[in-house]
């Protein structure tokens, strides 16, 4: 049932019973007939029949139910005023409310209230009301709703401000009498007043303004003023391109039931997706509750040829595109180009586009840039500079937004600015967990777009460099151990952890190879002749962010940095020619031989020229290191194979080694 009691007089200043009422609230979506219902309260004395005759509660509308065995509608009316929705209730002399608190109910039948009177067993709705309240003048009326069991006393000669409407009561003539019009209340009041705003659409048109119209709706009681203010915000649509800005406040006089926002729409002849704007209704005035706050815009496209998806339309504001699986096509400037066997870096088998920068919607969370993945052998060479038109269908591969299947690739100009380049600075200011577990800086926003490190980072890891060709860079200087400064503490390490991740950021080399030859860091080919250590630095770092792991799906699953620039290394980590003089007379020394197998084709060298090959170089770095204790990590553990045992084979070696180099001292 969605009645409630919503206000109740039970010690009206007059005589007896007379002017005593209730009032019923419908709170539900559907018409109420009270026909053959019957309201009592908590006595001993029952009522022979049902005691409502007719009446009926729209939804959202509220009626008194009044003392029909005393009082004439004629005479409430008069007292009251008109608009109120009465429904006689006889019998009223047996329902007698108490002053000192009471419970009424209301029953569907009167085979449903027939013995349970007493009780309220099979009542539709009953309430009790403290007697507390009581001042001999006002009514009690429920302050909320939603909680009708809240009863606050309604001031004499005004009104519940909750309600807001000021009823005007007869205080002299042959119907003042006993009333006297003091009982002020809010007889017949409806739900409060109610603002709702539904979505609109329009055609675009093809030049000057549409009037797109928004109805707002004012429901319950309409008998007062009202305001309300309105504005308007992009979606998909922009303001000063795709309509015209407003914003303003609509006022609702006395009997105003609606009122009207028009938004003009500005027409073109481009073909493009259909765009969106949004209407927010704020701060209402008159005791006006807003119900629906705001209200969708749709601008369709109404123009022949090709529909251009924006790029920022497709990477969406979330981890993934709104447009997953959709077919589209994007128009913008290439910014990185990694085509297979072409550009400078090559071998991710696509390339970036970024829209220009008069097409970006100017929200942060969108990225404006988006990997097109054309495959191994690309129809069509692109170069950076170039504007371009493609077509394709948008995919999610392990969280990377791109366009895949692509159908059609069209350089439309060469030669063209590029978008302004985004700084980013480190650290971030949130991460994001991968789907190994581990925070990472979270970079979603800037997903394809090119950026630049204004700030120097330093070299903290290159353990993936010979076999990915990747470095992990850091804001700050290096990275430390946390218990290295710390007691050991899991929320401490936690928190140690994530801010290493906002800190962190991964360059890579733009291919997608294992074991690449030439490793390109830090100077385009890694060779004796330079180094790379940690601790050295890089300023300016320039590129596309791209999320992924690295060759074949192995390594780590983090953002990282395809340059677009070459990055230039400072080396200010030298490595000592010498080690450091530390006394004694005997040399002891570690040596990893990285797979020394002679098994072959499992986990060394797969040939027996490789594995002659691995045995030379590492005999002769062996010999120079002119150690006296040396501990071998990486041997393969098959000392029952004899003479044919990795150990034998390694002895063998080494000793005809030292027949040519100077023997350990």
Request: proline share 4%; hydrophobic share 35%; net charge negative.
């Amino acid at each position: 049932m969605t009645l409630i009691f919503s206000e109740i007089m039970f010690n009206p200043n007059s005589p007896e019973d007379d002017w005593e009422w209730v009032e019923l609230t419908n709170l539900g979506d559907t018409i109420v007939d009270l026909s053959g219902y019957v309201l009592d309260d908590i006595n001993s004395v029952a009522h022979t029949v049902a005691n409502i005759a007719s009446g009926s509660i729209a939804p959202g509308q509220s009626a008194v139910l009044y003392n029909a065995d005393d009082v004439t509608a004629t005479e409430f009316t008069a007292a009251w005023g008109s608009g109120i929705n009465l429904i006689a209730v006889t019998n009223w002399n047996d329902l007698q409310l108490n002053n000192t608190g009471d419970t009424v109910g209301l029953w569907d039948s009167f085979s449903s209230y027939d013995g349970d009177h007493e009780n309220h067993v099979d009542a539709v709705i009953s309430v009790t009301y403290p007697g507390t309240f009581d001042d001999g003048f006002g009514s009690i009326y429920v302050t909320d709703l939603a909680n009708p069991n809240q009863f606050s006393l309604s001031q004499d000669q005004a009104m519940p401000r909750s309600r807001g409407i000021a009823y005007t009561s007869v205080t002299t003539g042959s119907n003042a009498g006993d009333n006297n019009g003091r009982d002020v209340g809010s007889p017949g009041s409806t739900l409060p007043p109610s603002l709702t705003i539904a979505d609109r659409s329009i055609n675009e048109g093809n030049a000057g303004t549409q009037d797109l119209t928004f109805t707002v709706t004012r429901s319950n009681d309409t008998r007062g003023s009202a305001t309300v203010d309105f504005a308007i915000a992009d979606g998909s649509a922009r303001a000063g391109q795709d309509y015209t800005a407003n914003s303003g406040t609509l006022t609702f006089n006395p009997g105003d039931k609606t009122k009207t926002i028009t938004v003009n729409v500005i027409g073109d002849t481009t073909a493009e997706l259909d765009e969106t704007l949004t209407i927010t209704l704020s701060n209402a005035f008159g005791d006006t509750v807003i119900t629906t706050a705001t209200a969708t815009g749709t601008i369709q496209n109404d123009d022949a040829g090709v529909v251009i998806t924006p790029i920022h339309e497709i990477q969406g504001s979330g981890a993934a595109s709104p447009l997953t699986g959709q077919t589209v096509t994007i128009e913008g400037i290439v910014t990185g180009d990694f085509q297979a066997g072409s550009g400078g870096n090559g071998n991710l088998a696509g390339f970036y586009v970024q829209e220009e920068d008069a097409d970006h919607d100017g929200n942060a969370a969108t990225s404006e840039g988006i990997f097109v993945d054309d495959g191994s052998s690309p129809g069509v060479d692109v170069g950076v500079g170039d504007r371009v038109q493609i077509t394709g269908v948008v995919d999610e591969f392990a969280k990377l937004t791109k366009i895949t299947n692509v159908t059609s690739v069209t350089v439309q100009s060469s030669g063209n600015a590029l978008p302004a380049i985004v700084d980013l600075d480190l650290p971030t200011a949130s991460i994001v967990t991968n789907t190994d577990g581990d925070y990472i800086a979270d970079l979603e926003a800037f997903e394809g777009m090119r950026v630049r490190f204004p700030d120097t980072l330093s070299v903290t890891e290159l353990f993936q460099l010979d076999r990915y060709g990747e470095i992990q860079l850091a804001h700050g200087g290096g990275l430390t151990q946390f218990t290295q400064t710390n007691t050991p503490s899991v929320a401490g390490y936690d928190a140690h952890l994530q801010t290493i991740a906002k800190r962190r950021i991964l360059l890579d080399d733009g291919q997608t190879h294992q074991n690449p030859d030439p490793i390109l860091y830090p100077d385009g080919r890694l060779d004796p002749s330079d180094s790379l250590r940690r601790g050295d630095t890089i300023a300016n770092l320039t590129g596309i962010v791209h999320f992924g792991r690295a060759s074949g799906g192995n390594g780590d699953e983090t953002y990282r940095i395809m340059p677009t620039v070459t990055p230039t290394f400072n080396a200010v980590n030298p490595r000592s020619v010498t080690p450091s003089a530390v006394g004694g007379t005997l040399k002891v020394a570690s040596f990893n031989l990285q797979n020394y197998f002679t098994t072959l084709n499992s986990r060394g060298a797969d040939t027996a020229s490789e594995l002659s090959r691995q045995t030379q170089k590492l005999v002769t770095a062996l010999s120079r290191m002119n150690a006296d204790v040396v501990g071998l990590v990486e041997l393969e553990n098959n000392y029952t194979a004899g003479t044919n045992s990795a150990i034998a084979h390694w002895w063998t070696n080494l000793t005809r080694s030292w027949a040519r180099e100077p023997m350990p001292m």
